[in-house]
């Protein structure tokens, strides 16, 4: 039997953290984590495909957590971080583009579908990135999508 592919979803959010488990779950394996902190030891132990970051979060938010990321490039340099956020200001995207991310979309503006479709174009990319041996992928998320919200 073929193991799943492990997603941790740092979201302090209750209800989103259900939704999207909900919809992911009869695909990935499925950790969550509710900030920074949490989501740091249990990347350490786990090792997920790819991490979904909320960037408002009590103790450790999403920024200081990107900053973390690089402490430990070890464990983090082949894992795609997309931000999920309700924070839609220009500095913030750029923000978090510049530390890294993979993908940023805005809550508001995207469906819970679109977020699996981000899912699986960053896992597939960086399976090609693994296969090619190229050290940096960037994938930027592609704008005007259909204004569903979650």
């Not at 979201?11 to 950790?31: A, R």
């Not at 999920?84 to 995207?110: C, H, M, P």
């Not at 296969?131 to 919200?149: A, F, K, R, Y």
Request: net charge negative; proline share 3%.
């Amino acid at each position: 039997m073929e193991s799943k592919t492990t997603i941790l979803v740092v979201e302090d959010d209750p209800i989103l953290k259900n939704l999207l488990g909900h919809s992911l779950s009869g695909e990935y394996h499925m950790l969550y984590a509710s900030n920074g902190a949490e989501a740091l030891a249990i990347a350490q132990d786990s090792k997920p495909a790819v991490i979904l970051l909320d960037l408002m979060m009590p103790d450790m938010d999403g920024f200081t957590f990107l900053e973390k990321t690089h402490e430990h490039e070890d464990i983090f340099k082949s894992v795609p971080i997309i931000v999920v956020s309700n924070i839609s200001q220009k500095e913030d995207k750029d923000r978090a583009e510049s530390l890294g991310v993979s993908g940023y979309l805005v809550k508001a503006e995207v469906s819970v579908e679109e977020i699996v479709k981000k899912i699986k174009e960053v896992l597939g990319a960086n399976n090609i990135a693994s296969n090619s041996s190229e050290d940096n992928l960037h994938i930027s998320n592609t704008e005007n999508q259909n204004p569903s919200t979650i």
